[in-house]
């Protein structure tokens, strides 16, 4: 099960937006329509933010968007806040499993 | 609403078996929902565990797990188990009981921490 890549690190000023990528390949990424993003405070448990790679569950801000294109998967935080500060992770259905990104921590400058 | 209480931290030595429960409240088992089991390693990345169909008891290992993993359900107590057998160092990890939902996770137990060391 091999590791879709993500960027360690990612920031923004408040108001700004940041876009993290979630690279893997045609067996995951690029073969499905179900990769989902997770947001996940210190000490706290990860919170669905995005689903199908587009699908906001209830609850979530508009603030946050995925895409696709080709293999990468993008997840992009719009006018950021200072409770936007946290590590953010896909994860990819891979046909038999599942593949989760590395993880990239977002900081709120 | 739906909510995965997890059991708590395990130590094991190498080579024992761990049983990590999960109760789910809020929700009656059907076939609709998959609930899965995922674990993060210290310093390492995610890994996927296998599902189980609480409602018929289906699951689902990766190869990687196969014969190690097992995962069953109560459903007289809306609990769902699952044992990692021949316990090594690199076991040792945070562990999860998630319920699956379009292809995503969408709610999550609060994590198990199990321990292999002699």
């Known amino acids: 099960q091999s590791a879709l890549t993500q960027p360690p690190s990612a920031s923004g000023s408040p108001g700004q937006s940041v876009t993290i990528s979630c690279t893997g390949t045609?067996?995951?990424?690029?073969?499905?329509?179900?990769v989902s993003w997770y947001q996940q405070h210190p000490g706290k448990v990860p919170k669905l933010m995005i689903y199908?790679?587009?699908k906001r569950p209830s609850g979530v801000p508009d603030r946050f968007s995925g895409s696709k294109s080709g293999n990468t998967a993008s997840l992009t935080v719009s006018g950021l806040q200072a409770e936007d500060e946290a590590d953010y992770f896909c994860?990819?259905?891979?046909?038999?499993?599942?593949?989760f990104g590395t993880g990239t921590k977002v900081t709120v400058l | 609403q739906v909510q995965l209480l997890q059991s708590g931290a395990e130590v094991k030595e190498p080579g024992a078996s761990v049983r990590i429960s999960c109760k789910i409240s809020?929700?009656?088992?059907?076939?609709?929902?998959?609930f899965h089991w995922l674990r993060q390693a210290p310093g390492q990345g995610r890994e996927w565990m296998g599902k189980?169909?609480?409602?018929?008891?289906?699951?689902f290992y990766p190869h990687t797990l196969q014969g190690r993993v097992t995962m069953t359900r109560d459903t007289s107590t809306n609990t769902v188990y699952m044992e990692l057998s021949s316990l090594r160092s690199e076991d040792t990890a945070t562990y999860y009981c998630?319920?699956?939902?379009?292809?995503?996770?969408?709610?999550w137990g609060q994590g198990t921490m199990v321990t292999v060391s002699s």
């Open positions: 998630v319920r699956g939902n379009q292809f995503a996770f969408d709610v």
């Open positions: 809020g929700y009656t088992f059907t076939a609709d929902y998959y």
């Open positions: 189980i169909n609480p409602s018929g008891g289906t699951t």
């Open positions: 045609s067996s995951d990424v690029g073969g499905y329509n179900y």
């Open positions: 199908e790679v587009n």
């Open positions: 994860t990819s259905f891979a046909g038999l499993h599942y593949v």
